[in-house]
Structure formats: C-alpha cells, structure tokens
Nanobody, 115 residues
C-alpha cells in the first residue's frame, strides 16, 4: 500500500521560511502530478500548489503565489514545498497527495507562524 510521510514543519516568526518535504513509497510517483494541501484550524483542507509529473508545470493558490515554491525529485520519490515570507494565515497542517487526492493521507506536518 502506498505511504505518504510529510516532514519539516515547525514554529516560525512572520517573514520567516520553512521547507517541507514529502516522501511517497509503493507508488508510481514519477508518473503522477503531485500537490501540497493545507488545513488551517477549523477550516477545510485547501489546495496550495501542484507540480506536473515531469516537474515542468507548477501552479499555486493565489494566497501563496510568489512566496511558495513546489519541486520534486523523481529519483527519490519526494516533493518539497519551499515557503518564504510566511504569514500568520499560513498556519495550518500541511499534507501532500496526488492532484486528485488518490493516496491515503499522511499525518501531515504542522506549520505555525506566530510572533
């Protein structure tokens, strides 16, 4: 069964940076578009960014455009979310999954932006 493990979250001050990583196993990772999602407190899960299977196409939610960068390493079955200039409203649990949410959800990684 496919497994997803996110890591890299933490507590950071506004304006700070974090890099999240996601490792996927037992899955045809290199042929699948991948996405990062987040779930803020008391809100629904939302799409943050998507990267095509070959890495050449990237899309972002308007709220993170220009601040977040998604990437992937198909040799390692990993995807990364570089987050810069973090804002309080970026506080959430962050998850990765396919662009169609077909993988079992991982435990996520908590990002807290606070002064």
């Amino acid at each position: 069964q496919a497994q997803v493990v996110e890591s890299g979250g933490g507590l950071v001050q506004p304006g700070g940076s974090l890099t999240l990583s996601c490792a996927v196993s037992n899955f045809a990772f290199r042929w699948t578009d991948m996405s990062w999602y987040r779930q803020p407190p008391d809100r629904a899960r939302e799409l943050v960014a998507t990267i095509s299977y070959y890495g050449g196409r990237k899309t972002y939610a308007d709220s993170v455009k220009g601040r977040f960068t998604i990437s992937r390493d198909n040799a390692k079955n990993t995807t990364t979310l570089q987050m810069n200039n973090l804002k309080v409203e970026d506080t959430a649990v962050y998850y990765c999954n396919t662009n169609r949410r077909t993988l079992p959800w991982g435990q996520g990684t908590q990002v807290t932006v606070s002064s």
